[in-house]
């Protein structure tokens, strides 16, 4: 018996880490709703998912744009009736160098895309999750959030707030009483395009001298990350909802967690 078609919508897929989850997602029989900005990758990304049996689509927004997230959700509502799965990927890591010589127009937009993006999603989404009554929200994290990461003040900054937004953010799911569960997801060391910038822009090579050989001998899988959120996403893990999850976790052998268990907390 063949199961209902899932969709999960993945914003930022048209690159990185993002489209690696595309692919992944596709190949596991979702519908993939990608978002992304470039023109020429949103084709591409798009010529890809055509080829799986249940064929993806994608849509250029930019999830600085409340209006354009809202849109998008408002969309896929009326085309598609349910969402199942909604991932907040997009991600950038531009302001690089201590934090006085920082660009104050790129540290801001930084955070607005790795923070207020996600906050976008989610806003946008969870109506129509608690209208539809069950859904689950994955958000990325990164480098910098349980350990300081310098000369990359906003990315971290903002990617410490996503982890702490999605801890405050599972508890307001709890007292609706639906079935929506949210994570916040850390991929590890990718081989990117964001981690290829720091190996190539003036800035990278000084700040991040040793970014090549970190990734020589320490990348994840491109796998990896799209591996740990499809567990996520099929509710293997529901024990790390409102918590921290990283790609080396053993997610589906926990039973159970301490309740300060991956979360922020002062580690004594």
Same mark, same amino acid.
């Given at each position: 018996?063949?199961?209902?078609?899932?969709?999960?919508?993945?914003?930022?897929?048209?690159?990185?880490?993002?489209?690696?989850?595309?692919?992944?997602?596709?190949?596991?029989?979702?519908?993939?709703?990608?978002?992304?900005?470039?023109?020429?990758?949103?084709?591409?990304?798009?010529?890809?998912?055509?080829? +799986?049996?249940?064929?993806?689509?994608? +849509?250029?927004?930019?999830?600085?744009?409340?209006?354009?997230?809202?849109?998008?959700?408002?969309?896929?509502?009326?085309?598609?009736?349910?969402?199942?799965?909604?991932?907040?990927?997009?991600? =950038?890591?531009?302001?690089?160098?201590?934090?006085?010589?920082?660009?104050?127009?790129?540290?801001?937009?930084?955070? /607005?895309?790795?923070?207020?993006?996600?906050?976008?999603?989610?806003?946008?989404?969870?109506?129509?999750? @608690?209208?539809?009554?069950?859904?689950?929200?994955?958000?990325?994290?990164?480098?910098?959030?349980?350990?300081?990461?310098?000369?990359?003040?906003?990315?971290?900054?903002?990617?410490?707030? =996503?982890?702490?937004?999605?801890?405050?953010?599972?508890?307001? @799911?709890?007292?609706?009483?639906?079935?929506?569960?949210? +994570?916040?997801?850390?991929?590890?060391?990718?081989?990117?395009?964001?981690?290829?910038?720091?190996?190539?822009?003036?800035?990278?090579?000084?700040?991040?001298? /040793?970014?090549?050989?970190?990734?020589?001998?320490?990348?994840?899988?491109?796998?990896?990350?799209?591996?740990?959120?499809?567990?996520?996403?099929?509710?293997?893990?529901?024990?790390?909802?409102?918590?921290?999850?990283?790609?080396?976790?053993?997610?589906?052998?926990?039973?159970? @967690?301490?309740? /300060?268990?991956?979360?922020?907390?002062?580690?004594?």
């Amino acid at each position: 018996m063949m199961r209902e078609l899932r969709t999960v919508v993945i914003t930022g897929a048209t690159s990185g880490i993002g489209r690696n989850m595309a692919l992944y997602f596709a190949d596991k029989g979702y519908k993939v709703i990608g978002t992304g900005r470039d023109t020429e990758r949103i084709t591409a990304l798009q010529e890809e998912l055509d080829g +799986f049996p249940a064929p993806g689509r994608v +849509f250029q927004v930019d999830v600085r744009r409340y209006e354009e997230m809202k849109e998008l959700v408002s969309h896929l509502e009326s085309e598609l009736g349910t969402i199942h799965v909604w991932i907040n990927n997009a991600g =950038v890591n531009r302001a690089i160098g201590p934090t006085w010589e920082a660009d104050p127009v790129t540290w801001a937009d930084d955070v /607005d895309i790795n923070l207020l993006g996600t906050f976008y999603g989610v806003h946008a989404i969870v109506p129509m999750m @608690l209208r539809q009554g069950f859904g689950r929200i994955i958000n990325l994290i990164g480098g910098g959030t349980t350990h300081a990461m310098k000369h990359s003040n906003a990315y971290g900054t903002a990617k410490t707030a =996503v982890a702490r937004f999605t801890e405050n953010l599972a508890e307001e @799911l709890d007292e609706t009483g639906a079935p929506i569960k949210v +994570f916040a997801l850390n991929p590890g060391l990718n081989d990117s395009e964001m981690t290829r910038a720091l190996r190539a822009t003036p800035e990278g090579k000084r700040y991040f001298p /040793d970014m090549e050989e970190w990734i020589r001998s320490g990348a994840a899988n491109p796998q990896e990350a799209p591996a740990c959120a499809y567990k996520l996403a099929e509710g293997l893990a529901d024990q790390y909802h409102g918590r921290m999850v990283t790609i080396y976790d053993s997610i589906t052998e926990a039973s159970s @967690l301490e309740p /300060d268990q991956y979360k922020l907390r002062m580690q004594r």
